[in-house]
C-alpha cells in the first residue's frame, strides 16, 4: 500500500499569514499518462470533506485562488497564500494512483 | 450541480447487518465510485472502488472490509450501494460515497453508522 505522510500534523497560522503543508508519498504517484493522481481536500468542522485541489496543482470549481497545490513525484505541498477564519479545519491529501487509496493523517489548521 | 445523496444508516448490532445507498444527481454516473468512511474523531478511510459497468463492474475492498462488504450499483437509477454485513464495532462512523471524475472528484454529505450493542 501507498503510505502518505503529512507535515505538519497541526498548524497554528495568524489570520493573513501564510501556511503551507506538506505530504509525502512512500511511491511516485505518477501515471504513464503523466497525470499524477494527488488530492487535497479541506474538512471544516462537522462537514464532510471537500476537494479544494487535484492533479498535485489544477484549482476545483469554486476554490479560492489563494490555495495552491506544488509538488511532483514524491512530494506535495498546499499552501494557502493568506489564512481566513473559513480555512479553519482539517486538511487531507489523497491519492488515487493505486488501490488501496490511501490518505495523509491530516493536518489541523488553526488560528493562533 | 452535482450532488451526493447517502442514505441508510442507523443503528445495529455487532453482527448486524445494513444496506447503504448513495444517489447521484447533476452528473453522469458513468465514472469509478467509491467509499471512504470516516470513525469519530479519526481520519478517512478508503473502504472499497467500483468500476463502471463497461469495465465489468470491478471491485476491489480494503482489507478490514474483504469479505464481509459488497459494492454495487445500479446504473438506471444513477445509484451506488454499500451492502455490510457481519459489522463490528470498528465498523462506526459515518460513510461518505464519492464520485470520481479524473481527479474532480465529488463527494457526499455522509450517512452514520453505529455498530453498538
Known amino acids: 500500500d501507498i503510505v502518505m505522510t503529512q507535515t505538519p500534523l497541526s498548524s497554528p497560522v495568524t489570520l493573513g499569514q501564510p501556511a503551507s503543508i506538506s505530504c509525502r508519498s512512500s511511491?511516485?504517484?505518477?501515471?504513464?499518462?503523466?497525470?499524477?493522481?494527488l488530492s487535497w481536500l479541506q474538512q471544516r468542522p462537522g462537514q464532510p470533506p471537500r476537494l479544494l485541489i487535484y492533479?498535485?496543482?489544477k484549482r476545483f470549481s469554486g476554490v479560492p485562488d489563494r490555495f495552491s497545490g506544488s509538488g511532483a513525484g514524491t512530494e506535495f505541498t498546499l499552501r494557502i497564500s493568506r489564512v481566513e477564519t473559513e480555512d479553519v479545519g482539517i486538511y487531507y491529501c489523497?491519492?488515487?494512483?493505486?488501490?488501496?487509496?490511501?490518505f495523509g493523517q491530516g493536518t489541523k489548521l488553526e488560528i493562533k | 450541480e452535482v450532488q451526493l445523496v447517502e442514505s441508510g444508516g442507523g443503528l445495529v448490532r455487532p453482527g448486524g447487518s445494513l444496506r447503504l445507498s448513495c444517489t447521484v444527481s447533476g452528473f453522469t454516473f458513468n465514472a469509478w465510485m467509491i467509499w471512504v468512511r470516516q470513525a469519530p474523531g479519526k481520519g478517512l478511510e478508503w473502504v472499497g472502488r467500483i468500476k463502471t459497468k463497461s469495465e465489468g463492474e470491478t471491485t476491489d475492498y480494503a482489507a478490514p472490509v474483504m469479505g464481509r462488504f459488497t459494492i454495487s450499483r445500479d446504473d438506471s437509477e444513477n445509484t451506488l450501494y454499500l451492502q455490510m454485513n457481519s459489522l463490528k464495532t470498528d465498523d462506526t462512523g459515518l460513510y461518505y460515497c464519492?464520485?470520481?471524475?479524473?481527479?474532480?472528484?465529488?463527494w457526499g454529505q455522509g450517512s452514520l453508522v453505529t455498530v453498538s450493542s
Open positions: 464519492v464520485l470520481l471524475a479524473h481527479g474532480e472528484d465529488h
Open positions: 492533479k498535485i496543482s
Open positions: 511511491q511516485s504517484l505518477e501515471h504513464t499518462n503523466g497525470d499524477t493522481s
Open positions: 489523497m491519492q488515487t494512483a493505486q488501490s488501496p487509496y490511501t
